[in-house]
């Protein structure tokens, strides 16, 4: 586990404020910064329905450096003189304690409001972005929701064994729409006005999050931002186990650079589905690299030479293809090809006895063993195929009105006038992208056609992008800086422009399609510029 957690540390996989920090400025958006100086000083805050107030502080905080607190760390420089105002919260009965934090400037504010989802099992920010929105002049809120850190789930068991379910609704939904309901009572308390816009932001757990507040608080925010978002979080959590389960009942764990070896060579194969080889795969959904190709390749793995095995390619595919009932019904999408398989195949020898095992991501590991087993000690080693089809129909039934977070009626968002965008990289090797777009696909059913939905909710993927990576080590957009033109001036993104990473570790520039369309090559130019590629129909592709 130290060393999985050492991996994670230095991708930062589980991304909130540390990678993911959203930088629409109020120049950027179009507006012009308000010349008010507020006096930090604690409002009066009425208690959202169903919690009672604990208490209210307010402290003057003179900005620079902020800190990220917790497993994430991070910092932010430059962050002006802010107000820091806690309220404590909590639902009479159940002893539970949410901390709302919103920090607003005392010079300069922008006139917006912006909530920050969390991550893994955080529900909140840890200080980087927050600092972030204030340095670019909006009053910003989070919400640790009673719970701890990323990797914090001491709060998920009770004596008995038995799931807080307290803590659970917190974390699922109900403290992020106590905590818009506060912050903004907050942000009018202090600046005398209320904000004039309203947004969310987040990744991941983030990102689930923003649709939570879109599907059952649809009037919460003008516009909410929520990339790679971990909707169907009851199904995508133990299908995200997989990689594991076929490495133990196969007993074949590939090396991390026989894994990378299979990468690559999908990649390459792969590379010019888009018109152009230019070291990104625009569409890993559409790449059936078959990675029996590789049987008998001699990979040199730190000076050691391997070959590449049947069985090593066995697993792989399965792993590429995804969970399957033992009678071969799919349950969940795969890793995408081109993904880091690292992140969710990955193994070592045990220290002690120098036996190969995996090294399951802590993520799904925990949400089995706690939420499903009610065993911390439960070995994941021994789930068979059959055992494993069982946890996950357990899953569903247990949580998906929990925390599923994927009811597709966004009408009542859509008729409240809001803004729902998201961007997701197409080789996320934590929640894959097909979810998301399985999720888009099932809005379009239910709220009659692609035209329908894309007034208010569009979609980007992001070719060789990990999760959260754009705004952090893939690469970078600014979401923000389209949604707020949408929300307030009707600037609906055809197109998303960022720039990308590709395989070669070169910056690339391109404009990320809204799905379905894809990007292709036009047949001239620079590959490296976005002017070089259009987006077009995916039949087309």
């Not at 090294?359 to 055992?387: C, G, H, M, R």
């Not at 992008?465 to 979401?479: A, E, F, I, V, Y």
């Amino acid at each position: 586990m130290k060393k999985a957690l050492t991996a994670l540390a230095a991708g930062v996989p589980l991304v909130a404020a540390a990678v993911y920090l959203p930088t629409a400025s109020a120049d950027e958006a179009g507006n012009t910064a308000t010349a008010t100086t507020a006096a930090c000083a604690a409002p009066s805050v009425k208690a959202p329905a169903g919690t009672a107030v604990e208490s209210v502080t307010a402290v003057r905080q003179a900005g620079g450096t902020v800190h990220g607190t917790g497993f994430l760390g991070g910092e932010v420089s430059g962050v002006p003189a802010f107000c820091q105002v806690t309220v404590t919260l909590t639902h009479p009965g159940e002893n539970d304690h949410a901390k709302v934090q919103t920090w607003l400037p005392l010079e300069k504010w922008n006139g917006r409001f912006q909530a920050i989802g969390g991550s893994a099992y955080s529900a909140g920010d840890n200080g980087v972005g927050l600092g972030t929105a204030v340095k670019n002049g909006y009053a910003v809120t989070t919400t640790d929701a009673g719970v701890g850190d990323v990797l914090d789930t001491s709060w998920v068991l009770n004596s008995k064994n038995q799931v807080n379910s307290s803590a659970l609704k917190n974390f699922a939904s109900r403290s992020q729409h106590e905590a818009a309901a506060v912050g903004k009572t907050v942000v009018n308390g202090v600046y005398g006005k209320r904000a004039a816009y309203s947004y969310f932001t987040g990744c991941s757990t983030g990102g689930r999050q923003g649709y939570m507040e879109a599907q059952a608080y649809p009037d919460d925010y003008d516009g909410i931002l929520a990339d790679a978002p971990a909707v169907n979080w009851d199904e995508f959590e133990v299908a995200t186990l997989w990689p594991q389960v076929v490495m133990n009942n196969e007993k074949t764990y590939p090396t991390d650079c026989e894994l990378n070896a299979f990468t690559d060579a999908a990649v390459k194969a792969c590379d010019k589905l888009d018109g152009v080889r230019d070291g990104l795969v625009n569409d890993s959904s559409r790449c059936d690299f078959d990675p029996r190709r590789l049987i008998g390749t001699k990979v040199d793995c730190d000076g050691e030479e391997r070959t590449i095995t049947a069985a090593d390619a066995a697993v792989v595919r399965k792993i590429w293809d995804g969970p399957r009932t033992t009678s071969g019904q799919k349950l969940w999408a795969g890793v995408p090809v081109g993904a880091d398989l690292k992140g969710l195949a990955h193994s070592a020898p045990d220290p002690a006895d120098g036996v190969v095992k995996g090294q399951p991501f802590p993520v799904p590991a925990l949400w089995v063993q706690l939420f499903l087993k009610k065993d911390p000690n439960f070995d994941l080693t021994k789930i068979t195929y059959s055992e494993f089809t069982q946890l996950f129909r357990q899953s569903q039934a247990e949580y998906d009105k929990v925390i599923g977070t994927d009811d597709p009626d966004l009408s009542d968002f859509r008729a409240s006038g809001g803004k729902l965008l998201t961007w997701q990289g197409d080789t996320d090797e934590y929640i894959p992208a097909q979810g998301t777009v399985r999720y888009h696909q099932q809005v379009e059913r239910e709220l009659g056609g692609a035209k329908r939905v894309d007034d208010f909710y569009r979609l980007f993927l992001a070719p060789n992008t990990s999760h959260c990576g754009l705004n952090g080590q893939d690469g970078s957009t600014d979401g923000l800086a389209a949604l707020t033109a949408w929300v307030e001036h009707g600037k609906a993104p055809k197109t998303l422009p960022a720039t990308l990473v590709n395989t070669a570790g070169e910056k690339v520039d391109r404009d990320l399609c809204a799905y379905p369309a894809v990007s292709r090559y036009k047949g001239h130019g620079d590959p490296s510029l976005a002017t070089s590629f259009r987006c077009v129909a995916p039949t087309r592709h």
